[in-house]
């Protein structure tokens, strides 16, 4: 079998890309495909052709007619909020919500004569100026894009174009120059730690799995990404899956494991097409197979679809799940890299861990801990969500503070309808189910996997909320113990019915049927369930309400004893009434009332009537007056 | 008459896809739920026959993954993401708005005609867009209460064509 040639592929590709003179890159993450991107890159490519413009859509070496404008597409950039977005380069402009009929007005002003189109360009809301692309944007600026660096850049379906900005070029200095033990060596000195949640040090994981003797052993990327509010691992795999491939190709070099596992989310379908193809492409290329680089080890990789299980994050349940069982964790020793998928010694690794390990191979592991802190070094990615002006996906060195996340890069805190709202900012909840809320307190904390930990929160995968002063942080909690009471596997009994009670009495608390005892009750169960659980998932369940209860104790209370809502979202305890100075007898709200609880006079005030009420809020979202309070 | 043999053909290539091995239970089930929609419980059973498997096992495992359907869904699915992002930008309304116009709830999940199913799923990982409802394969971004319900009559009056 011939070996792969690199470097003939890199060239090939260069000299392919000297014939083009411009390149119009499209946003195809999920977001920007959402939002019609897929209609503007066919819209691009029919107009450019019709003004007579030279176009394509793939490199060839074979085509060498010059000054050709290609257009592609990329994965994930980040900027979800303002999707779709269009890239042009040399031009270094950014289009933001771009729609196709945009398309033709782009092609004369931009590409034809020279011009930018000002009202598709970004404006930053600061000072009101336009920004002319990602040099400008603070989103960018504020940034440390690592491993998401080629996400939005690259063409996640074209190896070659990979390989030629140095792609696979680690993998094979792994197995060309690297003996296992100096791999695992680096990557314990490069000090990173598993980006799934855990934070346990990688380069330990893979020494663990290393030295076992027996000979058949596996690699496992876990990407069942089950956070609700985490992304990241979607946007590696559907933005960049070779960056995982070549970094489970390094790890299964480092263990001596010659078969993997892609462990991929139902609900991820593009991610699991670009697993897929991006494996048939390697197999096909010769990167994968039966001797990697022609050192007779070889590496088989399957892509398994998950079917919906929470747990099976969870690595031991990831592996029951991979045999074809229920996922159900099982008891840790034996660890995974003593005894794991069939009873062989397994690594599991997270996709974001296995992206960075060929950007730390590439820059030394002692360049790689200059950026982040002692701890915890090298970037992180965050989905930044909820109620925050830049929603997307973002990377930071860790030790970045929260203020700078959310005011600098995520563009401050909005209100219900986008708006902006300065005072808003009320908590952010990190970590999704298993982590906890950090308040304006910790704003100015250096966050890392230690520094949250003290503070009663984790990293966990990366999901960052936002929540403003309307949110109800009780509801928030029940959400949470609702979601990880559905996932519950059921094997352990407290957090089988300890969730479940839980849930039970946060329903208590927003429906106003709580007593005295209920938040003392609550607390003694979540210890109870942190204690009484085998996995993460139940040791973690608690974290929400534990979190909460902490920080905003007060707005318990209200709830429990004041029976009101301080957010005003619990809907049972809302006591609609009507502004007698702010009416103005408009009637609107009695005739939207389903309950005809609302009466008066025309051009007088009106008032309802708090037994036929069913506090359903229509009443509030009519008045033009906002003479409606406490709904 | 449609012979046994016959009436599984379909399952059985399915199988030999998966070479009949137990350890390609799972996606054996998807394979077989993409072909029928869902899954019988004489589909399990035969499946769990050919591979030599409990059918206790095979239903255990039906049960435990949401995304298997023991029960026909409608042609249509829509799916409401219930992620915490899409939570605090207000998934509920919608869901609310979506049960009230197909007259489902909690427990009625599809509509009598065949033609709706409303699930919740707990994220899609389009945060970014959130609220997100997904369509049988066509994701749709910030939608509100009144877009939900548009996007059903726009599919209800290409049905009625």
Known sequence: MTTIDLNQIRENYHTAAHTVTRRIIICAGTGCMANGAMKVYDRFIETIAKAGIPVTTELKAEDASPNKTLISSSGCQGFCQMGPLVTLIPDNILYTRVAPTDVDEIVTSTLINHQPVERLLYKNPANGKSCLGTNDIPFYTRQARATLKACGALDPEDLHEYIAHGGYAMAHKAYAELSAKALCNEILLSGLRGRGGGGFPTGKKWELTRIQPEPKKYVICNGDEGDPGAFM??????????????????????????????????????????????????????????????????????????????????????????????????????????????????????????????????????????????????????????????????????????????????????????????????????????????????????????????????????????????????????????????????????????????????????????????????????????????????????????????????????????????????????????????????????????????????????????????????????????????? | MTTPRKKFDKVCAILDRYERKPSHLIPILQAVQAEYRYLTEEMMTYVATSLGLPPARVYGVATFYSHFALEPKGKHVIRLCDGTACHVKGSN?????????????????????????????????????????????????????????????????????
Not at chain 1, 358 to 371: D, Q
Not at chain 1, 539 to 559: C, D, G, I, M, W
Request: proline share 5%.
């Open chain 1, 233 to 631: 691992d979607r946007s590696v795999m559907e933005g960049n899956p070779h960056s995982v491939l070549e970094g489970m190709m390094i790890a299964a070099r480092a263990i001596g494991a010659d078969e993997g596992y892609i462990y991929v989310r139902a609900e991820y379908p593009l991610a699991v097409k670009r697993m897929r193809k991006a494996i048939a492409d390697a197999e096909q290329a010769g990167l994968l197979g039966d001797s990697l680089f022609g050192t007779g080890q070889a590496l088989r990789l399957h892509v398994m679809e998950g079917a919906g299980a929470f747990v099976c994050g969870e690595e031991t349940a990831l592996i029951a799940s991979i045999e074809g069982k229920r996922g159900m964790p099982s008891p840790k020793p034996p660890f995974p890299a003593q005894s794991g998928l069939w009873g062989k010694p397994t690594v599991i690794n997270n996709v974001e861990t296995l992206a960075t390990i060929p950007l730390i191979l590439a820059s030394g592991a002692t360049a790689y801990r200059k950026l982040g802190t002692k701890s915890s070094p090298g970037t992180k990615t965050f989905a930044l969500t909820g109620h925050v002006a830049n929603t997307g996906l973002i990377e930071v060195p860790f030790g970045t503070t929260l203020r700078e996340i959310i005011f600098n890069i995520g563009g401050g805190v909005t209100c219900k309808d986008g708006t902006q709202d300065p005072q808003g900012f009320k908590a952010v909840q990190i970590g999704g189910p298993s982590g906890g809320c950090l308040t304006r307190d910790h704003l100015d904390l250096p966050m890392d996997f230690d520094s949250l930990k003290t503070v009663g929160a984790m990293v966990g995968s990366g999901g960052l909320v936002v929540m403003n002063q309307k949110t109800c942080m009780v509801r928030i909690a029940r959400f949470f113990m609702q979601f990880t009471q559905n996932e519950s596997c059921g094997k352990c009994v407290l957090c089988r019915e300890g969730t479940r009670q839980m849930l039970s009495m946060l329903d208590d608390i927003t429906e106003g049927r709580a007593d005295t005892g209920t938040l003392e009750l609550l607390e003694k169960l979540a210890n109870a369930v942190q204690k009484g659980s085998l996995c993460g998932l139940g040791k973690t369940a608690p974290n929400p309400v534990l979190s909460t209860l902490r920080h905003f104790r007060a707005e318990y209370e209200a709830h429990v004893h004041g029976k009101t809502c301080p957010a005003g979202e619990c809907k049972a305890l809302a006591h609609p009434e009507i502004d007698p100075a702010l009416c103005k007898g408009c009637t609107a709200c009695a005739k939207k009332c389903p309950v005809s609880a609302i009466t008066g006079e025309r051009k007088q005030p009106h008032t309802i009537n708090a037994s036929l009420c069913i506090k359903c809020g229509v009443c509030a979202q009519t008045c033009k007056f906002n003479a409606i309070k406490g709904v």
């Open chain 2, 93 to 161: 309304p919608i869901l609310e708005a979506l049960w009230k116009k197909l007259g489902l709830s909690e427990h009625k999940k599809t509509t009598p005609d065949m033609l709706f199913t409303v699930e919740t799923v707990s994220c899609l990982g389009a945060c970014g867009l959130a609220p997100v409802v997904v369509i049988n394969e066509e994701i749709f971004g910030q939608v509100t209460p009144e877009k939900a319900c548009q996007l059903v009559d726009d599919i209800q009056a290409k049905e009625n064509k």
